[in-house]
């Protein structure tokens, strides 16, 4: 474990409460076409009860990412820790094409050694070993660390790097509540809930900071709109954009260096850059219609954002500086809330058609879109940093709840809630 990892999460897990999800995940479709792995159960040679079930936070992640069916635990051929144990003919017998073991051992002063292997098991010499690795981890960071297991099983098995490290923000709204609204931030599978804010005016739009430090988010404690910034460590928080009417809609640039906002101070919304080190505003749009929603581009050379120009809201791309802007969707009625992958590659959007609002990628070389989604109200689409998975906001019950949907559309989920509407979620940068 590098100091880097801990220093980044030591304090959030300083922050958190006992291990629970506020958000539990519900399977709703896509996991049966994904590839079979396994995670056996890590052996624990301490006394008691194992503090931690390592193996069932790894085999949920894999799972949630859409791409891996982990084997049911009960129905494992072998219950082994290290890699030279397995017997490859009884793992492909259940179809599994690699497998996971470890274990876990007290280590003192309240530590546990934690040993993990990674073998693929479809070669006919045996188990074939791609992964090892061992690590000191106090008790209060299992949990996180199961998670960077999980992470280096993905990246070896899919070349991707993973997201499990990751952690969400999001608008929880508790109805009749004295401080109705709460901004929230979470574990990716929503373990470790913890509010950063109470309050009794809304809070809207929340967007991570490149380094994962800090929160910017629209306010409006001051009975107006507001763009605040606020570090998730130490808490302070600060008023970045107090202009006459509309303050809206922040998203950071590429840098961290400045944010994209919405304002309404010269008449119609339009788009704005905010130096913050300077504090100097830069008008990017003006048009006689309302610009709004933008999002950098992965090189912070342009900005996406949604305009009415055309006479339905459409995205528009431009360079700030240059006054042109260039329209960049087409199919659909309408198009709406665009994010940029952090690869650049695709676009995440809600696209309109036929009253419906679905969410749905654009290919950036290309143009293609393709409807993710079969609900009818998403909203606020956020992918994960490594482009794999999007979290968005939906209408569940009567209830809006988050939903998580794979790049590819074939498989998704639910995260319902246990209390209130869970509204404007925003997958956080990589963490590690």
Do not use: C
């Not at 079930?53 to 949920?60: C, F, K, R, Y």
């Not at 693929?120 to 297991?149: F, K, M, W």
Request: no cysteine; net charge positive; glycine share 8%.
């Amino acid at each position: 474990m590098t100091k880097r990892w801990l220093w980044l999460w030591l304090p959030l897990l300083m922050l958190a409460g006992r291990a629970q999800a506020a958000l539990d995940i519900v399977i709703t479709g896509g996991i049966d076409s994904a590839r079979p792995v396994a995670v056996v159960p890590f052996e624990w040679t301490g006394g008691g009860a194992a503090p931690q079930e390592l193996s069932e936070v790894i085999s949920n992640d894999l799972r949630n990412s859409g791409m891996f069916r982990p084997l049911d635990r009960n129905a494992l051929p072998q219950r082994v820790s290290r890699a030279d144990q397995l017997e490859p003919m009884l793992w492909r017998s259940r179809q599994a094409e690699a497998v996971v073991v470890g274990s876990i051992a007290p280590a003192g002063n309240n530590q546990y050694r934690i040993s993990f292997e990674l073998a693929d098991v479809l070669g006919g010499n045996g188990a074939r070993l791609l992964e090892s690795r061992s690590a000191t981890v106090p008790a209060a960071q299992l949990r996180q660390y199961a998670h960077r297991i999980a992470d280096i099983v993905f990246e070896k098995l899919t070349g991707i790097k993973g997201a499990f490290l990751t952690r969400i923000a999001y608008v929880n709204v508790q109805h009749g509540a004295q401080y109705p609204y709460q901004l929230m931030i979470a574990d990716y599978d929503g373990f470790n809930e913890q509010v950063l804010l109470r309050s009794r005016e809304p809070l809207m739009s929340p967007a991570w900071s490149p380094d994962g430090r800090k929160l910017a988010y629209v306010s409006f404690e001051n009975k107006k709109a507001e763009i605040v910034v606020q570090d998730i460590y130490s808490q302070q928080r600060q008023v970045v954009s107090s202009q006459p009417g509309i303050n809206g809609a922040p998203a950071w640039s590429p840098d961290g260096s400045r944010l994209a906002l919405v304002l309404s101070r010269d008449g119609q919304p339009e788009i704005y850059v905010l130096n913050l080190a300077s504090r100097q505003l830069t008008r990017v749009t003006n048009n006689r219609t309302i610009d709004t929603e933008p999002t950098w581009s992965a090189d912070g050379k342009s900005i996406y954002f949604v305009s009415e120009r055309g006479g339905r809201p459409q995205v528009y791309r431009t360079e700030p500086g240059s006054g042109d802007a260039r329209r960049v969707t087409f199919e659909g009625d309408m198009n709406l809330g665009p994010r940029v992958t952090a690869d650049g590659s695709n676009m995440v959007l809600v696209s309109r058609s036929q009253g419906q609002y679905r969410i749905a990628r654009q290919e950036l070389d290309g143009g293609y879109l393709q409807v993710l989604t079969e609900t009818r109200l998403d909203e606020s689409p956020s992918p994960a940093p490594n482009g794999t998975m999007i979290i968005y906001s939906t209408t569940y019950q009567g209830r809006q709840v988050l939903s998580l949907v794979s790049m590819d559309g074939r498989f998704k989920a639910r995260l319902p809630a246990r209390s209130g509407d869970v509204r404007s979620p925003a997958w956080s940068p990589f963490l590690n």
